[in-house]
């Protein structure tokens, strides 16, 4: 009987794979039986990840891509097609928070600077629009493939301290759904376009904010567990389970959906 959750054989492209983010679900995929093709714009992470994922056993290849920069996607996408023939799977990992564009407890944003603005709102939203552009445009003549992108907790109501990144992500909400929309009824149901919405995990991005130096909850923290039904932060590699079913033929009529994994943060009012 057929594996409807199955991978295996696919051809899964990750931006931004030499992270922890990318790097968790590249590993997750590659035990699963994809083919990795990492892709990160520093070569000492793509070759680490490279040679540990083939160190497990995995098949990986990788490239130096901006995902900011239309030509530098383009080449990598042929250079793709020509070692694998297709690209089934697109993960747009790349993105994430910056120090400028995240406020101190005592600013306001006011004291933000657009530069930062500019920066965080780009890295994220056509940080996952340009992607989608130019591997989606493989998987229109296939007539078959999933993206998925990652939105936020950030999107859901107001989180304070981080502007610039909770717009972006929003972006990223919409592009999805309009997407999604777009390639059904040009390309066929082949093509589905979704996104998973992280809760929160500590990671080097947040930690900061999130753990004192003495390595106790911040009050953040404090508040962000309390409204967190399960009670706890999650663990970043129980993101890897929903990536695959949404990648996999099991959801096969699940297109333009964002699919919350945050422990209930997103369900629960606080009272």
Known sequence: MENIFSVA?????????GGVLGGSIANSLVQSGAKIVVLDIRQENLDKKIAELKANGGEAIGFICNVLDMKSLNETADKIVKAWGKIDILINCAGGNTPGATLSPDQTIFDMKVEDWEKVTSLNQNGTVYPCIAFGQVMSKQKTGSIINISSMTTYSALTRVPGYSVAKSGVNIFTKWL????AQKFGDGIRVNAIAPGFFIGDQNRAMLINPDGSYSDRSKKIIAKTPMGRFGDISELNGAVQFL???????????ILPIDGGFSAFSGV
Do not use: D
């Open 9 to 17: 054989g696919k051809v899964a492209v990750i931006t931004g794979a």
């Open 180 to 183: 999604a929309t777009e390639m």
């Open 247 to 257: 990648c996999s033929p099991a959801a096969g009529f699940i297109t333009g959906a």
